[in-house]
């Protein structure tokens, strides 16, 4: 029998050293494209935003010149009233729509991964929105043609009670006298208004839940069968099996959609900020919009960094050795 020399040993540990450089290196060139980008294209038009914000642009015939004006366009942006309550409504928004949205999927995640009939079809057509509402379905207008449709089909209904010209989902929801209903519980008054603004977003609930739930249901099936084994053999029920297995085992999956989901929140078309900014053309033009394009960064970061703080500290992370 023949022993492998001491001097093939080197060897070894050179071709599995070499094996992990090669596979650094097939990453980085993945992303190289992506960071040529963001280098080459978007930080210096970044950094000329920046420079914006704090001039004023005039235009003449010569061209465009740039006149320091320092912080004078963001203190205007707070003294604008209808720039700090487009803000204040959106972060009242946020509030309730980021916990909603991520039950609902998480919860609409644990469904779907049971074994059902029609399982991937059920997954699909909750899936379907976000398809919707990307790309060029996003310009045409189906919201006039269904608001045309909700007004013929709830003309008798807003006659029947008194009310005229109105068939927004909240007037819908008043019609119902359900909050009439709330009134008379001893829930309090901020309660009641919570839970009619949170049904009348049933429908946005639903359709901004796509993504999650894909990355809940990801994360749910990464989870080992075996545990779940191990969890009935010792008898624990399923109400303790979810709390004390699934819930830990996808918490990084929890952070990872409220990112998504307050980013997503604050930027995506119908966001009230976004169509203040997008439409803003009073005193300072485009300086103007620049500096509150940064405010409105700037609070979505610090959004972005308080919850960040907050959930990691509950995170479990699966060591694997």
Known sequence: MKFPKLSNLPKLKLKAASLDARKARSGYLFVLPFLIGILAIYLPILLDS?????????????????????????????????????????????????PAILIFSLFIAVILNQK?????MFRAIFFVPVIISTGLMDTISMMDVSQDMV?????G??????????????????????????NYLPIGASMVEFVVQLVNSVFDIVNYSGVQMLI???GLQSISPSIYEACQIEGATAWETFWKVTFPMISPMILVNAFYTIIDSFT????EVMQFISGYVATGGASMRTAMSWIYFLIVFLIIAVVGGILSSFIFYQRRD
């Open 268 to 271: 995506r078309d119908t966001s």
């Open 50 to 98: 920046v420079w914006f914000s704090f001039n004023d642009l005039k235009y003449s015939a010569d061209g465009i010149s740039l006149v320091p004006v320092g912080f004078e366009y963001y203190q205007l942006a707070f003294k604008t009233e209808t720039f700090t309550t487009a803000l204040l409504n959106s972060l009242q928004t946020l509030l309730f729509q980021v």
């Open 216 to 218: 809940f249901l990801a």
């Open 116 to 120: 059902m009939l029609g399982r991937a």
């Open 157 to 182: 209904v807003m006659s029947g009670t008194g009310q005229e010209g109105s068939s927004s989902a909240g007037d819908l929801f008043s019609a119902m006298d359900v909050a009439v209903l709330l």
């Open 151 to 155: 007004d013929s089909s709830m003309e």
